[in-house]
T-cell receptor, first 114, second 115 residues
Framework: DAGVTQSPTHLIKTRGQQVTLRCSPK?????VSWYQQALGQGPQFIFQ???????QRGNFPDRFSGHQFPNYSSELNVNALLLGDSALYLC?????????????FGSGTQLSVL | AQSVTQLGSHVSVSEGALVLLRCNYS??????LFWYVQYPNQGLQLLLK??????LVKGINGFEAEFKKSETSFHLTKPSAHMSDAAEYFC?????????????FGKGTKLTVNP
């Protein structure tokens, strides 16, 4: 079992560009959540996808958008990148939208915006 | 909204000493509580969680935490630190909205273990 896989592992972009990050959930999981972890901070919830719909959203601007595909994989898109978007982006998957089931995290994508 | 406060951004202990990482939370409803560990350049790994029932929760790698409702605390302990315990530790609380749940994390505590 490959667990949660994220790609790419590292990415460098310049201000104003757009970026797409990808996540494949653990086998058997149908719910994907995305978190942003700035340097020296705890992860912050961006949004959660279940049944190809956004189920819950954190306090992030509309520049952050996502998608879930029929095979449960997910993408996170960020438009008009700002320096402050530099962070580790973590994907987590689970079997339900609740937290009674264990949440599995990927190793993340490190995004640097120059 | 729920929140989590981790007291001490850095904690340093000697190998074999007691590890105590502090976490206080605010929640308007009985929460689920979690401790995660993050090693350099890796994602988060669940150490333990409290949902309901016994307030003393045992996790992996010899860690345990006690849920104290009256003190709104969920401190993480380990009787004897190993060098391999050096990592960053995050306390988190669940927050529900519209039938789904998310994690609200503290800012983390970096644990250093000295030989």
């Amino acid at each position: 079992d490959a667990g949660v896989t994220q790609s790419p592992t590292h990415l460098i972009k310049t201000r104003g560009q757009q970026v797409t990050l990808r996540c494949s959930p653990k086998s058997g999981h149908d719910t994907v959540s995305w978190y942003q972890q700035a340097l020296g901070q705890g992860p912050q919830f961006i949004f959660q996808y279940y049944e190809e719909e956004e189920r819950q959203r954190g306090n992030f601007p509309d520049r952050f958008s996502g998608h879930q595909f029929p095979n449960y994989s997910s993408e996170l898109n960020v438009n008009a990148l700002l320096l402050g978007d530099s962070a580790l982006y973590l994907c987590a998957s689970s079997r339900t939208t609740g937290l009674r089931e264990k949440l599995f995290f990927g190793s993340g994508t490190q995004l640097s915006v120059l | 909204a729920q929140s989590v406060t981790q007291l001490g951004s850095h904690v340093s202990v000697s190998e074999g000493a007691l590890v105590l990482l502090r976490c206080n939370y605010s929640s308007s409803v009985p929460p689920y509580l979690f401790w995660y560990v993050q090693y350099p350049n890796q994602g988060l790994q669940l150490l333990l969680k409290y949902t309901t029932g016994a307030t003393l929760v045992k996790g992996i790698n010899g860690f345990e935490a006690e849920f104290k409702k009256s003190e709104t605390s969920f401190h993480l302990t380990k009787p004897s630190a190993h060098m391999s315990d050096a990592a960053e530790y995050f306390c988190a609380v669940s927050e529900s909205q519209g039938g789904s749940e998310k994690l609200v994390f503290g800012k983390g505590t970096k644990l250093t273990v000295n030989p």
